[in-house]
C-alpha cells in the first residue's frame, strides 16, 4: 500500500518532526560507528534546504523509562550531527511541553525512551508528540519493526504522517529483492541458530533458487544431512526442521547445499588452530567453525551466478581470521557480482566493513532486528501505520 512521501510535501516554514533511528554504539562518550547518522543525513539535509523547522527524535540504547540518565542521553549524537552538518545541532532535553526551532535550524529531542510511555505505545504521549509539529516523518527503519509511541502513535495523531528518504529507500530496495527478484536468487543465512531464524529459512525457502546457511545454522543441516557434526553448536531438535526445509526447497526446485568441507578447531579462541576437513572426517572432538576452500569456491560461484543476493549472517567465525576464509570469500564474490545484493544485520555488516566490500554490495541496510523480520515477511508496524494515513487522504 502507498504512503506519503516526505519529498511530496511542501515543508516551508513548517514544524518537521523527523524519526531517525541514531541509536549507534558509543566508547568514552564518543560514537564510534557513525553508519546511521551517515544514513540519515541525506534526510535531515533535504528537510532543511526545503525551509523546514527540523526537530529529531531518536531513541539510544534502552535506559529504564522515567529516568534520565547521562549514558543514554544524545549529546555525542547531536555533536557527530553538527559536525556532519557543518551546524549546530541543539539537543532539547525537555521537549515535550513545545519546542520552538528557527526555519532552517536542526534540534535533536533528548532520547525518546527517557519518556513514560514510550514503549508501550501510550497514546497521551503520542498525542503530545504528535502537538510539536505540522508534519511528522518517519525515517528510522531500524526501528520501524517497534510500535511504540515515537515510531507508531505519533504517526496516528500528527496532521500529516509522512515516510522519509532513508525509509523509502529501505523499503523498496528490500521489496526489489524480495517481491519480484530477478533470477537466480541466492540467500545467504548464517548465525548461531536455526531456533532464531527459522521463519526466516521458513520463507525464503520457498522464494529462493539457492539458500546457502552458515555458522550453527549449517551444522544443524550438516547433522540433517547425515554427518557427524562432532562438538559443534548445533541443534538436535531442529535436525527434523532442517530435513524438512530441505525436502521444502527441492519440492520448490531450490537447493540448500550441504558443505563437502569444513574447517574445524578444537576450541572457541582466537589462538584456536584450524583444521580442515572433508565433511566424512570430523572427528568427535572438532567443532566446525567455517566451511571449506572447495566449498566456499563452490558457494562462490553460485554468487557470481545469481542476479539477486540477500545476505543475513557470516558463514564462520570471523572475528578469528583462521576461521574467516569462508565469510571473505563469500563477501569477495558478493562483491564481483553484477547481482542485486542487499545485506543487513550488525555481524554481516562488521563482515562487510572488515573485508573492504561495502561499496560493492547493491544496497546496505541500517536495520538488524527491523531488517529479518521483513525477511520473515512480518508487517513493520510503523510503515503499516503510514499506509493508513496515507489511505485516509
Ligand atoms: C536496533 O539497534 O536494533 C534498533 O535501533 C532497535 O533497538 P531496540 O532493539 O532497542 O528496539
Ligand atoms: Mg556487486
Known sequence: MPVIKMTDLDLAGKRVLI???????????????DTRIRASRETIEQARAAGARVMLMSHLGRPEEGVYEEKYSLAPVADRLSELLGQEVRLVKDWLEGVDPDDGEVVILENVRFNNGEKKNDDALAKRMAALCDVF???????????????????????????????ARELEALGKALDDPARPMVAIVGGSKVSTKLTVLDRLSARVDRMIVGGG?????????????????????????ARRLMEKAKSN?????????????????????????WIDEVTEDDM???????????FAEILKEAKTIVWNGPVGVFEFDQFGEGTRKLALAIAESDAFSIAGGGDTLAAIAKYGVGDRISYISTGGGAFLEFLEGKTLPAVAVLEERAAER
Open 19 to 33: 524519526r531517525e533511528d541514531l541509536n549507534v554504539p558509543l566508547k568514552e562518550g564518543r560514537v564510534s560507528d
Open 253 to 277: 526446485n531450490a537447493e540448500i547445499p550441504v558443505p563437502s568441507d569444513v574447517i574445524c578447531g578444537e576450541e572457541f579462541s582466537e589462538s584456536a588452530e584450524a583444521h580442515p576437513r
Open 288 to 298: 566446525i567453525f567455517d566451511i571449506g576452500p572447495e566449498t566456499s569456491e563452490r
Open 217 to 241: 545454522i549449517a551444522n544443524t543441516f550438516i547433522a540433517a544431512a547425515g554427518y557427524n557434526v562432532g562438538k559443534s553448536l548445533y541443534e538436535k531438535d531442529l535436525v527434523e526442521e
Open 137 to 167: 516523518v518517519m525515517d528510522a527503519f531500524g526501528t520501524a519493526h517497534r510500535a511504540q509511541a515515537s515510531t507508531h502513535g505519533v504517526a496516528r495523531y500528527a496532521p500529516v504522517a509522512a515516510a522519509g528518504p532513508l525509509l
